[in-house]
């Protein structure tokens, strides 16, 4: 996986794009490789397509039946110190592997975020702390609205 890692991220690099992560997946249809990359202002169809056909070329060496290109969407979890800036002060979820005060699910805006430990303000304004190794996800909690004319 490494060296799909490896080729997928020289590419994104080439054309611009953060290279946000790769996967293989076994699915009812096959093995599929999952590349997720991004950009300011999000990804396009354009963007995949091209992205798609740099890339495949470069990947014979690698074992899957197809290949997904695609943005990683509006609630793209918070895993790494670059997304923690791109989203702090932003609601998010925080959902732990195990309860803690009979609670998995915390909801509040992200804070801070280390090695460590994560740290959402909750909406009566008081801070939670969470060790990393106990939180499962931290995901954007995403809100639609109409727009007012």
């Known amino acids: 996986m490494n060296t799909a890692r490896e080729i997928a991220g020289s590419a994104a690099e080439a054309h611009g794009f953060e ?3 790769v996967t293989l997946l076994q699915e009812d249809d096959g093995l599929a490789l999952c590349i997720y990359i991004d950009k300011p202002g999000g990804i396009t169809l354009d963007d995949c397509e091209r992205f798609h056909k740099a890339v495949q ?6 074992e899957y039946d197809y ?11 918070v895993k790494t110190q670059r997304d923690f800036e ?5 609601t998010v979820e925080v959902r732990l592997f195990a309860k803690l005060d009979g609670v998995k699910l915390f909801t509040g805006a992200l ?7 994560v740290t959402i303000q909750t909406a009566d304004g ?3 702390s969470f060790p990393r190794k106990a939180v499962a996800l931290i995901k954007p909690v995403i809100t639609l609205s109409e727009d007012e004319e």
């Open 19 to 21: 290279l946000v992560e």
């Open 86 to 90: 791109k989203r702090k002060g932003d």
């Open 57 to 62: 070329p470069r990947l014979t060496e690698i």
């Open 67 to 77: 290949m997904e290109v695609s943005s990683p969407g509006a609630d793209r979890p």
């Open 126 to 128: 008081r801070e939670r």
């Open 111 to 117: 804070a801070a975020m280390d090695d460590e430990t």
